[in-house]
C-alpha cells in the first residue's frame, strides 16, 4: 500500500532554534515529493519540489534533502520564526498506471514556534 | 492570475441536510481535486475531475459528489449531512493529470450540528 508517514505528528519549539521533520514514503513508481507548509485555517502552499536526482533543495531558511535509497526525506528549518508555526505537510507524486499523476499525502507535522 | 477560490469560506450545516461547495480554479488549469481535511486525519482524497470527467475517487460514500463544468469550475456536494462530515474542505487545481503541483484554496470550513 502506497504511504507516506511523518514524524514527528507536532513539535514545539524557541523562536531562532533550528528543527528536522521527516517524511518516509513507500509509493512506487515515485516521480518527485513536495513539502508543503500550511497555515492555519488556509490551504497549503509549495515550499519545494525534490525529483529523484536531487539530495538537497533550499528555500530560504527551508532545506529539503531527499534519501531516494531509502525513500526517506527531511525538512529542515533554521533560525525559527513564529511566522513558522503551522503544519508541514510531505507529497509524494507517483505516475498512474492509466496516465496522470497521483498525489499521495502525509498526515503533516504540526510545528509551534514560541517565544 | 487570481488563485484558487473556494466557496463559501464558511458554513454551518443541520444533520441530515445537503450542502453544495464551489471551486474556481486557477484560469488555464483543467484539473481540479477535492479533500477532505480534519484533525489527525491529513488531507482524504475525495476525487479528481479533468475535462468534466471524473477521473479518480478516493474512499468515501456515495452521499459525497461532484462534479465539473466546461469552464472548469468544480462543485462538491454532500447529502444527508452527518456530525462527522464536520471538516475543513480543500480543492486543489493542477493545469492537468499530468502536473504534480497542486495549488490550493483557502478551504470551506463546514460545520454539521
Known sequence: KNQVEQSPQSLIILEGKNCTLQCNYTVS????LRWYKQDTGRGPVSLTIMTFSENTKSNGRYTATLDADTKQSSLHITASQLSDSASYICVVSTSRAGGGN????GTGTQLKVEL | KAGVTQTPRYLIKTRGQQVTLSCSPISGHR???WYQ???GQGLQFLF???????????????????RQFSNSRSEMNVSTLELGDSALYLCASRTGPENTEAFFG?????TVV
Open chain 1, 102 to 105: 497521483k498525489l499521495t499525502f
Open chain 2, 37 to 39: 481535511q480534519t484533525p
Open chain 1, 29 to 32: 513508481p515515485f516521480s518527485n
Open chain 2, 48 to 66: 479528481e475531475y479533468f475535462s468534466e470527467t471524473q477521473r479518480n475517487k478516493g474512499n468515501f460514500p456515495g452521499r459525497f459528489s461532484g
Open chain 2, 106 to 110: 483557502q478551504g470551506t470550513r463546514l
Open chain 2, 31 to 33: 484539473s481540479v481535486s
